[in-house]
């Protein structure tokens, strides 16, 4: 666990040593800060509906981006074959690499709960479904991060890492807009597979077991998968 801590405590702290961090906060905030006010003054709506619908997607640019760095970096250094000869597993450089991320996107969701709160003061809030939505959005980004970690165990290029990982969680968000394209006998399959319309459930407040287990699901395969590629660089 001190190995664990040690490499969270570090990571968390290295998001904020780069712009990295800055700039992915910044136009997280400016993108989803611009289709909420355009929702709540222009359209005069006032309810986060737009906003958890849009997380899906912009998460898939955003997440991949604070991620691509954090193993293919390790490998362009030379700092990962260093990291083996320390009393430190994958598992533990991997957790807390995961760990960091999970928490950077908890505080770039945090300005964000702005939103609800200004809408409360205008109108009757049913707060259900805005816990679920942040739920839901912290699960959605640990999913991407877990696949973001993959594709940059993948690659020494972080910008090759950063490419993959958008496009694979960019597939998983808009998967379930895509079924009209497909086969009657398998749509059900396809949008089971889709993180859209899982986070959608939770995000309307709708707790189901099922869909917390889609994400955690994508969580252990996309760490699992990220050990066996970094034990096979042993």
Known sequence: MSALTAIWNKEFKDYFLTPIAYMVIAVFLVVVGWFFFS?????NQANMQEFF??????FAFVVPALTMRLISEEISLGSYELMGTLPVR???IILGKFLACLCLIAAMLLPTLLYPLCIDRVGDLDW???LGGYLGALLLGGAYA???MLTSSLSRNQIVAFIVGAAVCFALAYL??????MPEAIQGFVDYLGAGSHFENIAQGVLDIRDVIYFLSIVFLGLYATKLV?????
């Open 39 to 43: 929702t709540f003054f222009i359209k």
């Open 53 to 58: 619908q849009l997380l899906p997607i912009v």
């Open 90 to 92: 994958p598992r533990h």
């Open 128 to 130: 259900g479904p805005v």
């Open 146 to 148: 877990a696949i973001g």
């Open 176 to 181: 379930q807009r895509m079924l009209f394209f």
């Open 230 to 234: 970094l034990e096979s660089k042993e």
